[in-house]
Nanobody, 122 residues
């Protein structure tokens, strides 16, 4: 069974920093991409950053220059380093993994973590 376990959320003052971690566990053939999404109260879930196994990264315009996504492939873990946090960054942050479940299955599958709350407030 594939699972994602997030950690690192919490309360931080504006201008502060936090680091989120997400570990992927279970049995699968390969990882296509891992990334972070967030959902603020009353808003739809949105992409924050994604890192593909081909080596590309994509960021939401609102976090470019402030957030950095990285991966430890040996640990199947993705990180999100968040700096210069703003109150508008307050949201539940969800980890996502897009994987290829079996070698003979071409179609990918997407898994979500349960989310970790980030609150930016003074």
């Amino acid at each position: 069974q594939v699972q994602l376990m997030e950690s690192g959320g919490g309360l931080v003052q504006p201008g502060g920093s936090l680091r989120l971690s997400c570990a992927l566990s279970g049995t699968f053939f390969s990882i296509n991409a891992m990334g972070w999404y967030r959902q603020a109260p009353g808003k739809e879930r949105e992409l924050v950053a994604i890192s593909t196994s081909a080596g590309t990264t994509t960021y939401a315009d609102s976090v470019k220059g402030r957030f950095t996504i990285s991966r430890d492939n040996a640990k199947n873990t993705v990180y999100l380093e968040m700096n210069s946090l703003k109150p508008e960054d307050t949201a539940v942050y969800y980890c996502n993994a897009n994987i290829r479940p079996k070698e003979w299955i071409v179609a990918s599958m997407s898994y979500w973590g349960k989310g970790t709350l980030v609150t930016v407030s003074s």
